[in-house]
């Protein structure tokens, strides 16, 4: 079936079925709608009714894959519904890190694209500020690994920034990744694993 649809998703017919299952409310049906549209080469028409269908699309996972399909769009106004509805999502986590920011390098997978450093700094700006617990460390090390995609002076200043206002478990540990970056390390993951390697030991109840 998928090859198929892989097939004839460029098909008008196609596209308008993908575009009624977006004006579903059963998120099953939600999720093809996406997946058929978005494996089309006429997403990028049809950006007014994704916006549309973004407000009335409560489940993570249909989300995911709706900034998954928008973000292989390279027009600025494909780039501009990414981000918006990037920081909708944040937005409506409340606070917490669920959704995407329990699912940062999920979402986040392809390089950062030139032009679009700050954009994606304001938004991890916001998700550090959630309220992480120290059960959350997984979150937390994947958006801090989002902040080491930006360049390393950006990410840099950003940690600094950020470091006073966290719990004092995850302060701890972005301290020892700012003082390796400063010794002139510079690979993520060696940077991502130093933070991990500070956490101490969760406390057994």
Known sequence: MFDALNKY???P???DRSLGLLRESDPELQWNGVWILGDSTRMGEHLPEVREFW??????PV???TLEKLERLTTAEGRETFWGCAEDAVRSSGGKPTGIIAD???VFIQPLRLGEE???AALLRQALGSGFQESDRNPFSSVVGGVLNLPIPQALQLLEELQPSLR???SKAVAAVLEKVRAGETRKSVLVEVLRASYPALSER
């Open 13 to 15: 017919w196609w596209v």
């Open 104 to 106: 940062w390098e999920g």
């Open 9 to 11: 998703s460029n098909d």
């Open 168 to 170: 004092p478990v995850f």
């Open 55 to 60: 407000k009335r699309a409560p489940e993570w």
């Open 63 to 65: 989300q995911k894959l």
């Open 118 to 120: 700050n954009r994606y």
